[in-house]
Structure formats: structure tokens, C-alpha cells
């Protein structure tokens, strides 16, 4: 769910234990508990923001900074 209004705001809805929950809790975890990568990310938002307007071209832009910060976080725990 999406509002653009004056406060903007993206829902993302999940199944409660299902492995969009689980992906997302552990990499929140990960970047709290890793600085630095948590920088990267914020680089990364911060470059796909500035590269386009749509949500989802911001999404693809990042994608691959997402998708190696989350190995990485699966790596750590196992």
C-alpha cells in the first residue's frame, strides 16, 4: 500500500514467521549489529532515490546491494 500525499508512505504486509518475515527481521538485525554495512545500504537508498522517481525503478536499483547485504546476514547467523 502506497499514500503520496504530504507524508508519504509505503505498507509492505507480510505472513507473521513466513520468510519475508524472516529475511526482514534478520537483515534489520544485521545492519543494526554491522555499522558499516548499514552505511552501505544507506548509500545505496540514497543512489536509487536519486536515480529515479518510481518506486519500483528504485527498488531494481538497489536490488543487488540488498540481495549481497542479505547473504552476507544469512552467512553471519548460520
Known amino acids: 500500500m502506497r499514500r503520496r500525499d504530504e507524508r508519504p508512505a509505503n505498507?509492505?504486509?507480510?505472513?507473521?514467521?513466513?520468510?519475508?518475515?524472516?529475511?526482514?527481521?534478520?537483515?534489520?538485525?544485521h545492519?543494526?549489529?554491522?555499522?558499516?554495512?548499514?552505511?552501505?545500504?544507506?548509500?545505496?537508498?540514497?543512489e536509487a532515490a536519486g536515480a529515479t522517481g518510481r518506486l519500483l525503478a528504485y527498488s531494481a536499483h538497489k536490488a543487488a546491494t540488498v540481495a549481497e547485504l542479505l547473504a552476507r546476514a544469512r552467512e553471519a547467523r548460520a
Open 11 to 29: 505498507v509492505h504486509v507480510v505472513e507473521l514467521g513466513g520468510p519475508l518475515w524472516t529475511d526482514n527481521l534478520l537483515f534489520r538485525d
Open 31 to 46: 545492519l543494526r549489529a554491522h555499522p558499516e554495512e548499514a552505511a552501505r545500504y544507506a548509500r545505496a537508498k540514497r
